[in-house]
């Protein structure tokens, strides 16, 4: 199974939710009091990922509902954050030194979100 959705164990008894391929994790949420806030997160993915619109901030674009934005980093890499329609951040990724790699993390999620399985490994 190289892609997953991961529920892990944080610190302070939380969880995060992970979209990993093999041993790599592409993005992770924010850490959760309770593991049914982490299986929302997948679950909230699962459903608007795949139709989410692409925003590149870097160029000042803007979105609204649920979308991916490409952002810059302080350094001035790029990394994506997935958006909630409340304008809240679900997850985000690493920081990457070329656009291209931030745009082929989000293709993977768009495009396996849906058959993607969930493991518990909290």
Same mark, same amino acid.
């Given at each position: 199974?190289?892609?997953?959705?991961?529920?892990?164990?944080? +610190?302070? /008894?939380?969880?995060?939710?992970?979209?990993?391929? $093999?041993?790599?994790?592409?993005?992770?949420?924010? $850490?959760?009091?309770? +593991?049914?806030?982490?299986?929302?997160?997948?679950?909230?993915?699962?459903?608007?990922?795949? /139709?989410?619109?692409?925003?590149?901030?870097?160029?000042?674009?803007?979105?609204?509902?649920? !979308?991916?934005?490409?952002?810059?980093?302080?350094?001035?890499?790029?990394?994506? !954050?997935?958006?909630?329609?409340?304008?809240?951040?679900?997850?985000?990724?690493?920081?990457?030194?070329?656009?291209?790699?931030?745009? $082929?993390?989000?293709?993977?999620?768009?495009? !396996?979100?849906?058959?993607?399985?969930?493991?518990?490994?909290?």
């Amino acid at each position: 199974m190289p892609h997953a959705f991961k529920i892990t164990a944080a +610190k302070g /008894g939380q969880f995060v939710a992970k979209y990993v391929y $093999n041993a790599e994790t592409i993005f992770w949420s924010e $850490n959760y009091a309770g +593991k049914p806030s982490a299986k929302n997160c997948i679950e909230s993915l699962k459903k608007n990922a795949p /139709g989410a619109a692409v925003i590149d901030t870097t160029k000042g674009e803007e979105g609204k509902g649920y !979308r991916f934005e490409i952002a810059a980093s302080k350094d001035g890499q790029t990394f994506v !954050r997935f958006v909630a329609s409340n304008n809240e951040p679900m997850v985000r990724t690493e920081t990457y030194k070329s656009k291209s790699s931030a745009k $082929n993390a989000i293709e993977s999620l768009k495009k !396996r979100a849906v058959a993607t399985p969930t493991v518990d490994e909290a």
